[in-house]
């Protein structure tokens, strides 16, 4: 008896005593890894992620605009936030790791769970358990010979990986198939961590600026915007290649009409991109972007003043008078037939006005370059009728007139195209590009595998009892697509043709309440 007062005695001061405080650390990871703390992360990134595209960003043109009409103090809070440059604050890429982190200890949480459908399937199950199942039914046997192998092909008529168990309390067949899906969650969780991940280095080590380029320019550096107005100022930075223009061209609505905005279809850069002694050509249009060693060229705008010409077409008159008509596209040179190569490389819209802005093409020039069949090289220009007959007036020009023919061969400008003095590229370096694309793509994939498969498992087990005939417990349950895998579980009890079963209604049939995500471990 003072024994048993004693031990009464340790269990209440066991009940009494205070719980030891959990450990802070584990306290951190819970909550670190709470469903709850991801979705509030999700929805505060995307809530920033829209705003920082309803504020101008300090980079984009016309920022300068933006912030003027601005009040004082919605300049103040933006600038104190970073709003201005929200994409690269430090708080924004926090948000981001610890969203990713959150993924991260979610998937780690979860992964016994889905592991064990895969290392320990419920292969042998209680009649109680198989009728606690979402759907079921239950029969009663004249007789269960070929009843297993009934069950057996009917589950494998559905494409499932069959099991059959065999011991002393009775027999158990198990189906399943799509136990896959249970891991999709986790491929789903790696996308975003990839796009998280490839975000985070774009912002970090990414970087985009402009580059303006005329006919026959070469450069390797752009400019990176800034905002003066911010105390943040241009900079450039050099590309490890060279950029070659070598042609400039505008698809015009009306060829008459002006050089302006509402007068384009599209206008196109033919550049050279030159590296190690490589020369890559390409052509960089509207919507139609160009990669080249990671650097992303898109156009952007182009000047607003006129002057050049993309290609030109000239009369070449023959001392005998003869008129042969050529077209020449910018520095393309074309074979003429007892005259050489020739290449049309430079033009001004006006030969009397030296300005570059000048673009009234009331007095266009055109410059050839020859190379002869003896491989001799020359020069040359081709006025319109009009404007050569202007300069034989002038005796200051008399001596340039009479360099023009070569080999007694005059050209004279015929017809050309106008294109805008230059054009502006944008150029965007963002390492984490291509695994962005990859994140979203194994994104969409996922998430349309997790909506069109599911994990289907069916259970059939015979139960004997003394003195009472055999009875065929069916049973089953899948994590989606609840009504579709129902209308397939009645087929699937039609399809068996048991002979001589009879369905159990009673009240021992009715399911015992128990979760349909059972504890693998121990089904019994």
């Not at 592991?115 to 198989?130: G, I, Q």
Request: charged residues 20%; contains cysteine.
């Amino acid at each position: 008896m003072a024994e048993s007062n004693t031990q009464i005695n340790v269990e209440r001061e066991a009940i009494a005593a205070p719980r030891p405080s959990i450990n802070l650390i584990d306290r951190v990871l819970g909550y670190l890894s709470s469903v709850r703390l991801g979705i509030t992360l999700m929805l505060v990134l995307i809530f920033f992620s829209i705003l920082g595209t309803v504020i101008m960003q300090y980079n984009i043109d016309g920022f300068e605009k933006y912030y003027a009409s601005l009040t004082p103090s919605e300049r103040q809070l933006y600038h104190t936030l970073g709003l201005f440059d929200l994409y690269h604050t430090w708080w924004f890429n926090t948000l981001m790791i610890l969203f990713a982190l959150n993924l991260v200890l979610v998937s780690i949480d979860i992964f016994p769970k889905a592991w064990r459908f895969v290392a320990e399937p419920a292969v042998r199950v209680t009649p109680s358990f198989v009728r606690s199942q979402p759907v079921h039914r239950s029969f009663q046997l004249s007789s269960e010979q070929g009843v297993i192998e009934r069950v057996t092909e009917a589950m494998r008529a559905l494409r499932y990986k069959v099991q059959v168990t065999r011991d002393e309390a009775g027999v158990t067949v198990f189906g399943q198939k799509g136990v896959w899906n249970r891991f999709l969650v986790f491929v789903v969780h790696i996308a975003v961590i990839i796009i998280l991940a490839a975000a985070f280095v774009g912002s970090r080590w990414g970087y985009e600026g402009v580059i303006p380029l005329a006919p026959g320019e070469s450069t390797n550096t752009m400019r990176i915007s800034g905002a003066p107005i911010l105390g943040i100022p241009d900079r450039t930075h050099t590309l490890p290649f060279q950029m070659e223009c070598t042609n400039i061209r505008v698809d015009l609505k009306d060829p008459d009409g002006p050089l302006a905005q509402g007068n384009f279809r599209n206008w196109y850069t033919d550049v050279t991109f030159i590296k190690d002694g490589r020369r890559e050509p390409a052509t960089i249009y509207l919507n139609h972007p160009y990669d080249y060693e990671g650097y992303r060229f898109f156009q952007a705008s182009f000047s607003p003043n006129g002057g050049e010409a993309s290609d030109v077409t000239v009369d070449i008159q023959a001392p005998d008078g003869t008129v042969r008509t050529v077209k020449l596209e910018r520095n393309k040179p074309v074979t003429v037939d007892g005259i050489g190569q020739v290449t049309f490389t430079k033009f001004r819209a006006n030969v009397l006005n030296d300005a570059p802005e000048a673009q009234d093409y009331s007095r266009p020039v055109a410059n050839l370059e020859i190379v002869k069949p003896s491989g001799e090289k020359t020069s040359t220009a081709a006025f319109t009728a009009e404007t050569l007959e202007l300069i034989k007036k002038q005796s200051a020009m008399a001596e340039m007139v009479a360099r023009l023919p070569v080999d007694g061969h005059t050209f004279v400008l015929k017809e050309f195209s106008r294109t805008p003095a230059f054009h502006v590229l944008q150029v965007q370096y963002d390492p984490g590009v291509d695994w962005t694309y990859f994140g979203y793509f194994l994104l969409c994939a996922s998430l349309v595998a997790v909506f069109l498969f599911s994990h289907e498992r069916m259970w059939a087990v015979i139960e004997n009892k003394p003195d009472q005939p055999p009875a065929l417990h069916l049973g089953g349950h899948t994590n989606r697509n609840q009504l579709s895998f129902e209308n397939k579980f009645t087929r699937f009890v039609e399809q068996l043709g048991i002979p001589g079963a009879a369905e159990i209604t009673d009240k021992n049939n009715t399911a015992q309440a128990a979760p349909a995500e059972a504890d693998e471990k121990n089904p019994t």
